[in-house]
């Protein structure tokens, strides 16, 4: 009863502050995937989070093809190292070594999230506040641009209304719900 009592906080610890940490790597990659502003306070922050992390490592991993593996291979080892710590904390009696491959529908799902949130904010915030400007918008317009603005072209505004945005989100949706499960299931993951 005590282990459980004292592991519930301390997991939910873990999967904050990890879980908190990969995001911001995951922003960064997909912020230089997108060639967002980086001048952008936002972004500014994003770099001065992650540098600590990003900066020796790029001295052994360096980028491919455009891609910032840097951050790639640190997103996978820490989300690694988030759920071997929770396998740990919980007593379970799994591989610790398969949590590297455990950590790859993890970060997969991640991505998928962040534009799912990003889509929700931008549209939201065009009911609330439209064409306003603050430098965390900028941000999310660069994060949804790469999708929206194909599916504009695609699907023009009805009586005004811009259907684009549902049209991606229940496209992730069910990429979400096409891909994650048999990842989860060729690597065999508990964490579902």
């Given at each position: 009863?005590?282990?459980?009592?004292?592991?519930?906080?301390?997991?939910?610890?873990?999967?904050?502050?990890?879980?908190?940490?990969?995001?911001?790597?995951?922003?960064?990659?997909?912020?230089?995937?997108?060639?967002?502003?980086?001048?952008?306070?936002?972004?500014?922050?994003?770099?001065?989070?992650?540098?600590?992390?990003?900066?020796?490592?790029?001295?052994?991993?360096?980028?491919?093809?455009?891609?910032?593996t840097?951050s790639?291979?640190?997103?996978?080892?820490?989300?690694?190292?988030e759920?071997?710590?929770?396998?740990?904390?919980?007593?379970?009696?799994?591989?610790?070594?398969?949590?590297?491959?455990?950590?790859i529908?993890?970060?997969?799902?991640?991505?998928?999230?962040?534009?799912?949130?990003?889509?929700?904010?931008?549209?939201?915030?065009?009911?609330?506040?439209?064409?306003?400007?603050?430098?965390?918008?900028?941000?999310?317009?660069?994060?949804?641009?790469?999708?929206?603005?194909?599916?504009?072209?695609?699907?023009?505004?009805?009586?005004?209304?811009?259907?684009?945005?549902?049209?991606?989100?229940?496209?992730?949706?069910?990429?979400?719900m096409?891909?994650?499960?048999?990842?989860?299931?060729?690597?065999?993951?508990?964490?579902?």
């Amino acid at each position: 009863m005590t282990g459980s009592y004292l592991s519930n906080p301390l997991v939910f610890l873990i999967e904050v502050l990890f879980g908190a940490y990969v995001l911001v790597l995951m922003l960064r990659f997909l912020l230089q995937l997108v060639h967002a502003d980086f001048y952008n306070p936002v972004s500014q922050f994003i770099v001065r989070v992650t540098s600590p992390v990003l900066r020796p490592l790029r001295r052994l991993i360096p980028g491919f093809a455009g891609l910032d593996t840097a951050s790639i291979v640190a997103m996978w080892l820490i989300k690694s190292a988030e759920l071997a710590l929770i396998l740990l904390i919980t007593g379970s009696t799994e591989n610790l070594l398969a949590t590297l491959a455990w950590s790859i529908p993890e970060l997969i799902g991640l991505v998928i999230n962040v534009v799912l949130y990003a889509i929700l904010i931008e549209v939201i915030l065009s009911w609330v506040n439209p064409g306003s400007y603050n430098p965390a918008i900028g941000l999310v317009q660069s994060l949804t641009a790469p999708l929206l603005q194909p599916a504009r072209r695609l699907i023009p505004p009805i009586s005004g209304l811009d259907l684009s945005p549902m049209v991606v989100m229940i496209g992730l949706v069910l990429l979400k719900m096409l891909l994650l499960p048999p990842l989860q299931m060729l690597v065999a993951t508990p964490f579902r």
